[in-house]
């Protein structure tokens, strides 16, 4: 039997809330926070648990997701009334969260390099946008992803969006990315920024090269001019129709797709 | 001035909050909400506006589409206090709703024939995503669309994520859709059921011909048995990576794309 934990005021209760709403403590803990049967399952599958809060009814209903997290979680707590409110961020709780560590990314970069088909993302703010366009560069087959100035892939809406898939795919966050894109283009990488301005070329008619690394802007603002220019050309999405509707998440689809085509 | 209302149970705030909820009061009424100063604007420029209602911080900070509001509505009104939370559907409300005459769509289906690239919908159940797939449709120029099964456009839901799209694209509601189908077909259309299963033909090698529409099925279930059997061709999306991983409304926008590209 678990220990039981009821009160909001415990301390592993109170840091799970920390890690879960701020991302500077994610930061300074190594550690994030995951809601949810699946979420805590695939996050499992991808990282260590450093603890697993339950309640009774998740116990009763999610058997199967709860047996494995069982099986990899360093510290397990059977959670109640204020406490488990207290960790909810959902509407309809299915009462498991975890704590997990976050990953060392330290390899990724070499990861990277010996992928065909890479993005990189650059200011993506919102949350559940980012997690969305990753979760589809992973379906799409997209060899990994490159991040600078993007909101904390940690945050749990990301995470969200991301049904981890923001564990899985390599990544690595730079600091300068016109240098970055200089240097994928070193290594023989055709280096592309993408963009609504007609004067770019039409992705469908570019020849993308073997190795391809395609920049995708801020929802609002687009690709920055310092990446843009860092780039061999600059490619955008011909459009039919009223194109000012296609929304960023979308357009990302659009260009991962163009790029694994 | 326009005239104050402040109470919740004032007829035209309980007529208002009755459309915004009830897709059966929407369809009895003949009338749907719109929240927000953009959706409201789009709304007015495809449809009539029955009621508006604003508050005074409204007043003060979309003069721009009030003032195009104050044309095209037949009644307006300033709201405040329980009148204007009871109107509120959103989390932070800009204090401007409308209630709008439904669509005569009666027309739509010559419209309709007259296109040459066209999307079916078959059970979409989630107006997000009803709304998100219709956005993208007609960003990237597809003619209509036909639904069958579908949940209400004019759910508030439905009408956030379509941004004005749900009200200006060509769209008919059908009950057989094979029999539609076989409509198209006979009117010279290819007519295609998309499908993830790995025996239907890879949609970027089909001749997708001159005149083309495409059926995307429910979120969970896909394209039901009797629609794929009425459509000559089965197509997918030939996916590298984790499949499963790509969402409903991401699927749509792919296929959507290779109709236009």
């Known amino acids: 039997m678990h220990?039981?934990?009821?009160?909001?005021?415990?301390?592993?209760?109170?840091?799970?809330?920390?890690v879960r709403d701020s991302a500077k403590a994610r930061r300074e803990e190594g550690l994030f926070f995951a809601e949810g049967a699946?979420?805590?399952?695939?996050?499992?599958?991808?990282?260590?648990v450093k603890t697993l809060f339950y309640?009774?009814?998740?116990?009763?209903?999610?058997?199967?997701?709860?047996?494995?997290?069982?099986?990899?979680?360093?510290?397990?707590?059977l959670v109640s009334g204020a406490a488990a409110d207290r960790l909810s961020d959902t509407f309809?709780?299915?009462?498991i969260f975890c704590v997990c560590k976050t990953l060392d990314k330290s390899n990724n970069i070499s990861i990277i390099y010996s992928k065909s088909k890479l993005i990189a993302l650059e200011n993506i703010q919102d949350p559940s946008n980012l997690g969305a366009v990753i979760r589809t560069a992973e379906a799409l087959g997209v060899g990994g992803a490159v991040l600078c100035g993007c909101c904390d892939i940690y945050n749990p809406k990301a995470q969200r969006a991301a049904m981890g898939s923001l564990l899985r795919l390599p990544m690595v966050t730079v600091d300068d990315l016109p240098q970055t894109m200089?240097?994928?283009?070193?290594?023989?990488?055709m280096t592309l920024s993408s963009t609504p301005d007609a004067a770019a070329d039409d992705i469908t008619k570019t020849d993308l090269g073997e190795k391809t690394i395609c920049v995708i802007g801020n929802e609002g603002s687009g690709v920055t001019e310092a990446t843009a220019n860092s780039c061999l050309k600059r490619v955008r999405v011909p459009m039919g129709g009223r194109a000012e509707s296609l929304n960023a998440s979308m357009a990302a689809a659009i260009i991962m797709w163009e790029l694994m085509r």
């Open 55 to 77: 309640t009774e009814k998740a116990a009763e209903k999610y058997g199967e997701e709860l047996a494995l997290l069982f099986e990899k979680s360093d510290e397990i707590y």
């Open 182 to 189: 200089a240097m994928f283009a070193e290594r023989g990488f």
């Open 3 to 18: 220990e039981l934990i009821t009160s909001k005021a415990n301390e592993k209760i109170k840091l799970a809330a920390r």
């Open 92 to 95: 309809s709780p299915q009462g």
């Open 38 to 48: 699946r979420l805590c399952a695939d996050a499992a599958g991808s990282t260590a």
